[in-house]
């Protein structure tokens, strides 16, 4: 298969300016903030064995959940929901 005319080929940089460009023609609304309070708790999301590990780290001062996406390649700490 032939290379195509260079001359007529965009370039990363112009599709990087037209991509900014395009972004920057899109309205953004402000969202609002909202108070948290943990009260002892934290969720943990993500892949299995980072979210376990995370979670592994922190059930000794907090009540800890995980959602992982995917599996783990550790066992549940104790105290890990």
Do not use: H, W
Not at 45 to 57: D, S
Not at 63 to 79: D, E, F, K, R, T
């Amino acid at each position: 298969m032939p290379d195509p005319d260079p001359s007529s080929a965009i370039t990363s940089a112009d599709a990087r300016a037209q991509a900014l460009a395009a972004a920057a023609a899109v309205a953004v609304t402000p969202t609002s903030t909202v108070d948290f309070v943990s009260q002892g708790r934290v969720l943990i999301l993500g892949p299995g064995t980072a979210a376990l590990t995370a979670a592994g780290r922190l059930c000794t001062t907090l009540q800890v959940v995980v959602l992982a996406s995917g599996p783990a390649a550790v066992p549940v700490p104790a105290g890990v929901t």
